[in-house]
Every structure is written in structure tokens, then in C-alpha cells.
């Protein structure tokens, strides 16, 4: 005896089509979101270091003054700061400006296996790592009593600016 079911349904081939298309659209759109999200989570990246490294700058000016202020006697609190109306550059350790040229890049410093801290390297080892981040310096006088000190820092087709205003508050 043979039985026929002719109220059995299958896809058809439009049904597939349509449900693959669907399926592609999904996946693109989730691929999509997870790349953009990939590139601002690198942008952001950039941004959080050269807004570190601007205040690095600045911090590294206040070091300059504060050390002039313990020197005293002939010293200023500006010695060594005026030469930099054309752009100075310097790493945290530097206790002097170095007049800005073309721009160094900074490298992550590596030691003992451990990246350590942004510097400028002359001779870096096969470990240090060049980064795309170049950091300018720029004091101006405003008083006697008054700098304003400018940090812009370049990488990749961008630029981060910080500007503070420093006193001689002594």
C-alpha cells in the first residue's frame, strides 16, 4: 500500500535563498561593528599615550624650574627653559632641553625583558621597540614671572596638544 503525503513542505529554493542572505547580511554587520570597534579601541590607544606623553613634557619642564629653584644662587627658574620659542624635545630622565630638529622618535625602552618607559635612543638594541609618537616642546615667555609651555606630541597623521602656564611661584 502506498501512502502520499502531499501535505509535506520543503524549502523552496527562494525560501534558501532568501534565508542565506539574511544569514550573510547578519555576519557582515557583526564583522562590520567588531572591526570599527577594533580600530576606536586602537584610536582611543593612541590618544591615551600621546595625552601621557604631553603631560610627561610638562612634567619634565616643572623638573627643569624646580631643579633651577634648588640650584638658586646665579641660577633663574627660567635657565634653560628660554631656548625653546622653536621647540625643544626631552625624556624623563633629561635635565636639560635639546633643541627640536626634525623630531626624534620616542622608543619603548626595554629592560630585562620588560618594556620600561618612552625615551629617545640613539643606539636603541634589537629589543627597544620605535614608536610612531614624536614629542615637541615649545616654552614662550609671557612675564617675568610667567612661561607658557606648549607639548605637542605627532604620530601617525595626528597631534595631541597640552598647554599650561608656569609661575615662578618661589
Known sequence: MKISNHNQRGFTLL?????????????LGVFSAVTKYSQYTQQSKDNFTAVYLCQEGI???????????????????????????????????????????SGSDLYIEYSAGQPTFYRYLASPTSNDVKTPYKRKIIISDVSADEIHVQVDVYWDSHTMTVKENLYNWK
Open 15 to 27: 525560501e534558501m535563498v532568501v534565508s542565506v542572505a539574511l544569514i550573510t547580511v547578519g555576519t
Open 59 to 101: 612634567e619634565i619642564v616643572k623638573n627643569i624650574r624646580d631643579t633651577n629653584w634648588i640650584i638658586g644662587g646665579a641660577t633663574t627658574w627660567k635657565d634653560g627653559l628660554t631656548i625653546c620659542a622653536s621647540g625643544c624635545e626631552a625624556d624623563f630622565e633629561d635635565t636639560v632641553l635639546t633643541p627640536w630638529t
